[in-house]
C-alpha cells in the first residue's frame, strides 16, 4: 500500500473507533488508526483468524478492531493517571 492509502485506512479506522470509545482528534485519529492495523493484524493473527472481508474493506475492519483496542487500553492509562495525579 502506498501512503495515501495507509492515511486513508487510518484515518477511517481512527475516526470510527474514536466515534466508538472517544477519539484523540483528527490527527491522534489518523495516527490511532495506522497503529491499530498494526495492532489488529497482531490479533487476528494471534487469534488464528481472518477478516470476514477481503481488500480494502478487510484492512478497515482489522485497523479499526486494533484501534478500538489501541484506545480502550489508551483511556485506560490515561484514566488511571488522572487519578493519581
Same mark, same amino acid.
Given at each position: 500500500?502506498?501512503?495515501? &492509502?495507509? #492515511?486513508?485506512? $487510518? *484515518?477511517?479506522? $481512527?475516526? *470510527?473507533?474514536? #466515534? *466508538?470509545?472517544?477519539? @484523540?482528534?483528527?490527527?491522534?485519529? =489518523?495516527?490511532? $488508526? ?14 488464528? @483468524? +481472518? &477478516?470476514?472481508?477481503?481488500? *480494502?474493506?478487510?484492512? =478497515?475492519? &482489522? ?9 480502550? =487500553?489508551?483511556? #485506560?492509562? +490515561? ?7
Amino acid at each position: 500500500m502506498d501512503l495515501l &492509502t495507509w #492515511l486513508i485506512v $487510518g *484515518l477511517i479506522a $481512527g475516526v *470510527l473507533a474514536g #466515534l *466508538l470509545v472517544g477519539g @484523540v482528534g483528527l490527527i491522534g485519529n =489518523i495516527v490511532v $488508526g495506522i497503529v491499530g492495523a498494526f495492532v489488529g493484524g497482531w490479533i487476528f493473527a494471534q487469534l488464528g @483468524v +481472518t &477478516t470476514p472481508f477481503g481488500g *480494502l474493506a478487510g484492512t =478497515i475492519f &482489522t485497523a479499526f478492531v486494533g484501534a478500538v483496542v489501541l484506545l480502550v =487500553i489508551l483511556n #485506560l492509562v +490515561t484514566r488511571g493517571r488522572r487519578r493519581a495525579v
